[in-house]
């Protein structure tokens, strides 16, 4: 199985700042990353798929990219609306895998 | 308007079984498969493996062969996931995702709200 290494597990920021989250694939994943949005008691919502695609109606403050096993997710100008749990997940190779999410929160 | 709609909460215990619905509208069930994901309380998000609404074939994750089957009711667009012999850490929050509108692409854009099963003697 392809093991999705998140980090960091919670970031406290700013509004108005620029975050980064990780993700580190065990092996190549051929751009085959999509990062999700889950907000306390409700369903994942896609951003971004194939590293760097930004999903329709999704803010382009969020931006998405990386390339073999390394992959980032990064959110300009915070808002308080940003306030989440973020996932990655490779849909390379079944099992497709998640990691293990970053909490974001508001300084 | 896409929507999956799942059914509501289940309290069960050890050894009992569960089965749970996803409900899909707004687009041919049959043309797009359907995906079951399960998220334990306070954790990460888990595949559990997809089926094939045209054929019906379903595939599992490792984790999740043997005590969970995955079904159809196709004339109702109606995807379920069945849990027999229970066992407390199966008490999670167990999603159904569609892949419309992309197909084959093991992402997902669309998802139903949930169903918290919780397994308590």
């Known amino acids: 199985d392809i093991q999705m290494t998140q980090s960091p597990a919670s970031l406290s920021a700013s509004l108005g700042e620029t975050v980064t989250i990780e993700c580190l694939a065990s092996e190549d994943i051929y751009s085959n990353l999509a990062w999700y949005q889950q907000k306390p008691g409700k369903s994942p919502q896609l951003l971004i798929y194939?590293?760097?695609s930004l999903n329709d109606g999704v803010p382009s403050r969020f931006s998405g990219s990386g390339s073999g096993t390394q992959y980032s997710l990064k959110i300009n100008s915070l808002q308080s609306e940003d306030v989440s749990i973020y996932f990655c997940?490779?849909?390379?190779?079944?099992?497709?895998?998640f990691g293990s999410g970053t909490k974001l929160e508001i300084k | 308007q896409i929507q999956l709609v799942q059914s509501g909460p289940e309290l069960k215990k050890p050894g009992e079984s569960v089965k749970i619905s996803c409900k899909a509208s707004g687009y041919t069930f049959t043309d797009y498969a359907m995906h079951w994901v399960k998220q334990a309380p306070g954790k990460g998000l888990k595949w559990m493996g997809w089926i094939n609404t045209y054929t019906g074939k379903p595939t599992y994750a490792d984790d999740f062969k043997g005590r969970f089957v995955f079904s159809l009711e196709a004339s109702a667009s109606t995807a379920n996931l069945q849990i027999s012999n229970l066992k407390n850490e199966d008490t999670a929050t167990y999603f159904c995702?569609?892949?419309?509108?992309?197909?084959?692409?093991?992402?997902?854009?669309?998802w139903g709200q949930g169903v918290m099963v919780t397994v308590s003697s």
């Open positions: 194939y590293a760097n």
């Open positions: 997940q490779q849909n390379y190779d079944s099992p497709f895998t």
């Open positions: 995702a569609s892949d419309y509108p992309r197909g084959r692409v093991y992402y997902f854009d669309y």
